[in-house]
Structure formats: structure tokens, C-alpha cells
């Protein structure tokens, strides 16, 4: 295993305290209860907004902390859920009298954990609603997971309902906008790699040097099948047609269309992805209206990609296009 780290028991706690280290305006971290918090928050009459999941998948959900988007993150261990004493901490740090939203992609320990948190809050006196991401069409039900599960919309669900927050919206308004993106949107990924969890030591799965696997999990859960290498070309159609199918998406509508890289993708390759796919949605005059590529909810140093298509509608523009000022994302400000 060959890791920039100290001591695998440490690196996520060394990780939280080079993110306040590196961005002290945006950001502050508890380390009590290992939990980030936006710098300037609670702000009051606002929607707090917070989500969470294992460590791992940096930027998300930590790099999504600030302005515009996220006022706190909840990182549990290495692909490992968050408990709910984090998540309830977070949801008091974050209460401004307006209630908080929990955005909750769907893993079984994510799910029961923020539930959990939730009912403590409310306990509190604190509104609290939650949202489940499950976006992933690759398979039904998984090794973490009943039903779908959370991937690439969950990024977009946090800019496009923190924008919407940010404007000062009622917690009903946010909670409603977070449900139509979650619906409208779908992902698939693949992996040319496994990735090592530095606890273990070892790759979490094995792959051959002439195979890759098609609609992998963030987490190398198996996907629909395992197949011999293929061209970009090849493998942007196995990842979309599956996408375009689920969404029904027809002639004159728009996407935001999200290039996600794995960890080890270098962005010449994911641009490579980018353009097949531009090709596709050509092809089916299908108009993207927006994009983002990068690596932005990875599975450690994983190589391979995730696509994400969202149908846009005005609202969901309006608040993609607002004001955003985190270490991963900014636009506008």
C-alpha cells in the first residue's frame, strides 16, 4: 500500500485539520465531534443544511461546506458511516431558527443513522427534514444499500437546494426542491480499478489488467457486469444508454450533465467521456444546458468515471447558477 499518510487510524482527523488549516474563512472543524461547520453560520432565519457519509469521497461532502451549499458535514470513518451523535451536533451547530434539511444518500447505516439524529433533534425542539438521494441505476439493490443508491446527484442536490437556501426559502421549499432534483436525476459509474481502504491494507476488489467493471458503487460495491476494456466511446454508452432509458428524456429538454471522476482519472480522459457524451445528447437533441466535470464524489484513488444527467427546469437553473463560495466549488462570488 502506497498512501501519503501517517497512521491509517489517523487520516481522517488529520485530513479535517488540513481543511480548517487550508480554509479558516470558510470553514471551521469540531473535533470533538468530527463534524465541519461553515465558518460564519448558524445564520439566522436560514435553512441549515447538512448531509454526510463516510470519508473517502472527498470533496464530498466536506470540500461542500461554505456559502451556498452545505453549513455542515458529518465524515464518518473510510467508507464508513457517520454515527448520529455527529449528526445530531451538526444539526444543532446549524440551526438558525428555520429548521434543517439532512440530505441522506441511500446507505442503509447513512439512512438509520440520520434517522435516528432527526428524532433526537426534534426532541430538541429543532424542524427537521430529510431527503434520500438514490439516483444510481446501475443496480436495485447493493451490498450497502435497499433500493438505489446515492451518488453524483447528491453533489448536485447540495449547490442547486443551498442556493435556494441561501435566498432565505422556508424549510417546506427547500425540502420540495431537493425531492424534484433527486427524481430528475440519474447516474452510473464504472471503475478501471479497485481502490485500498487504508485500514485494510488491500485492494477492496480485484480486477483483471484487461477488465473493467460497469456500474460500480462509491464504496467498489459490484456493479451490472464485469467486462473486457473498450474505447471511451464504448464505455460512455454503456454508462448513458442505461441513464437516458430511466429518464426518458426527450428532444428539446435540458441537462445539467456531470462528468464525475472515480479519485484516479486524469481530467484528459474525463474530457474524453465528456465529449462522447455531448455527442449522444446531440444525437437525441438533448441541450446541455449546464455542466460540471471533475473529480467531485470519489472512491478514494479509484480510476474510472461516474455520469450524472439532471432534467433542468428554471428553479433548479436559477439556483444552480447562484452564488457559491466552498473549498470545491465557486462561482459567482
Not at 265 to 291: D, F, W
Not at 300 to 321: K, V
Request: glycine share 12%; charged share 20%.
Amino acid at each position: 500500500m502506497k498512501k501519503l499518510i501517517n497512521a491509517p487510524d489517523d487520516v481522517v482527523k488529520e485530513a479535517l485539520a488540513g481543511m480548517e488549516a487550508l480554509h479558516p474563512e470558510l470553514l471551521r472543524v469540531d473535533f470533538e465531534n468530527q463534524i465541519i461547520v461553515r465558518a460564519d453560520g448558524p445564520i439566522k432565519g436560514k435553512v441549515g443544511i447538512i448531509s454526510g457519509g463516510g470519508s473517502g469521497h472527498e470533496p464530498m461532502h466536506g470540500g461542500f461546506v461554505g456559502y451556498g451549499m452545505l453549513d455542515a458535514a458529518c465524515p464518518g470513518a473510510v467508507f464508513t458511516s457517520p454515527v448520529p451523535d455527529q449528526m445530531l451536533a451538526a444539526t444543532r451547530a446549524v440551526d438558525g431558527g428555520a429548521g434543517v434539511l439532512h440530505i441522506v444518500k441511500n446507505y442503509t447505516g447513512d439512512v438509520l443513522n440520520f434517522e435516528m439524529a432527526a428524532e433526537l433533534a426534534a426532541a430538541d425542539g429543532v424542524e427537521v427534514a430529510s431527503v434520500v438521494t438514490n439516483d444510481d441505476v446501475a443496480v436495485q439493490d447493493s451490498l450497502y444499500t435497499a433500493g438505489r443508491r446515492g451518488v453524483g446527484v447528491t453533489v448536485l442536490l447540495e449547490k442547486i437546494v443551498g442556493g435556494l437556501a441561501e435566498a432565505g426559502a422556508p424549510l417546506p421549499a427547500v425540502t420540495e426542491l431537493a425531492k424534484r432534483v433527486n427524481e430528475q436525476g440519474r447516474s452510473m459509474g464504472m471503475a478501471l480499478t479497485s481502490c485500498t481502504v487504508p485500514a485494510a491494507g488491500v485492494p477492496t476488489f480485484e480486477l483483471g489488467e484487461d477488465e473493467m467493471e460497469i456500474g460500480i458503487g462509491i464504496h467498489g460495491e459490484p456493479g451490472r457486469r464485469r467486462v473486457k476494456l473498450a474505447s471511451a466511446s464504448e464505455v460512455t454508452e454503456m454508462l448513458v444508454s442505461p441513464i437516458l432509458e430511466d429518464l426518458s428524456l426527450k428532444a428539446g429538454e435540458r441537462v445539467l450533465a456531470f462528468v464525475n471522476g472515480m479519485g484516479g482519472t486524469p481530467l484528459l480522459e474525463l474530457y474524453v467521456v465528456a465529449n462522447e457524451l455531448a455527442k449522444i445528447l446531440r444525437g437525441k437533441h438533448v441541450t446541455i444546458a449546464r455542466s460540471l466535470i471533475g473529480s467531485y464524489i470519489t472512491s478514494l484513488e479509484m480510476a474510472g468515471c461516474s455520469i450524472t444527467l439532471l432534467r433542468l427546469d428554471d428553479e433548479m437553473l436559477r439556483c444552480w447558477d447562484a452564488p457559491v463560495h466552498t473549498p470545491a466549488l465557486r462561482w459567482g462570488r
